[in-house]
């Protein structure tokens, strides 16, 4: 499904606010009304990615509306707004600013590519595999096929991943066709081939010179905005499978 609405996270990582207008508003049970913009910054979460909070401000009156967390609706990416009892939501036609709470995402994204990073580097230099992550904003984990991971070499893989944010490497988003990225061999360890088949473009985040992977995430433009990675914790979640634990520091 190509989505009808402008969806800016994927092309313009630093865009933090928009002008847009108001679509639809969608009456979703429970979490408040979900609100769908012609345009917007907003990341919608996925991949390991927290979704964007922030605000939505009426140009006509100045009205803010707190957008909790966002979300994909269809293809759409759809605001859930915190809406006091008996408080509307923005009408249909209605011109806003759309505004990210930007200290969270730019955090997001100097952690997204910190984890990026890590992944470069464990798959180069000692070919395990990832299989899942997560972040929140300054901390994160990776899990990797990982079977003679040991506390040494957590401590070696951060001296290592810390060298390659220090370099400056510029990280690049692409979009290519299906079957040029499926051509990419670094590609393929991601689990590009778990894409669903309707998928006619793959999105890529490069890591110039270390790292090459399917993403749908937000990343800083250059390593060096990542700072220092640290290594909080890891552990065993099995034989093979192992969890690393890391944290930015600021430069
Ligand atoms: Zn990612």
Redo the contacts with the bound molecule.
């Keep these: 499904m190509t989505p009808r609405y402008e969806q800016l996270c994927y092309s313009e990582a630093y865009a933090r606010h928009a002008d847009a207008r108001v679509v639809e508003v969608i009456d979703a049970d429970g979490g408040g009304p979900l609100v769908v913009l012609d345009r917007t910054v907003f990341y919608p979460g996925g991949?390991?990615?927290p979704s964007d909070r922030g605000l939505l401000l009426r140009a006509a009156d100045g009205r803010t509306w707190t957008v909790k967390a966002a979300r994909k609706a269809g293809a759409e990416i759809a605001h859930e707004l915190e809406l006091p009892d008996g408080d509307a939501p923005p009408a249909v036609g209605d011109s806003v600013q759309v505004d990210l709470d930007w200290a969270r995402r730019l955090s997001l994204m100097r952690t997204?590519t910190a984890?990026?990073a890590l992944c470069g580097v464990v798959w180069r230099d000692y070919g395990a595999l990832v299989t899942g992550?997560n972040m929140e904003p300054g901390s994160g984990r990776m899990d990797f096929e990982f079977e003679r991971m040991t506390g040494d070499l957590v401590g070696e893989i951060e001296g290592k991943v810390n060298e390659e944010l220090v370099a400056g490497r510029d990280v690049r988003v692409a979009v290519l066709p299906r079957d040029e990225a499926f051509a990419i061999p670094d590609l393929i360890r991601t689990k590009i081939n778990l894409l669903p088949p309707g998928i006619e473009t793959v999105r890529t985040?490069e890591i110039v010179g270390l790292d090459l992977?399917a993403?749908?995430?937000t990343?800083v433009a250059n390593t060096s905005e990542v700072g220092r990675m640290r290594v909080t914790g890891y552990e065993s979640k099995g034989r093979i499978n192992k969890r690393i634990r890391i944290e930015v520091v600021d430069p």
Excluded: A, C, M, T
Aim: aromatic content about 0%; proline content about 0%.
């Design positions: 991949g390991g990615q997204h984890l990026h992550g985040i992977q993403d749908g995430g990343h």
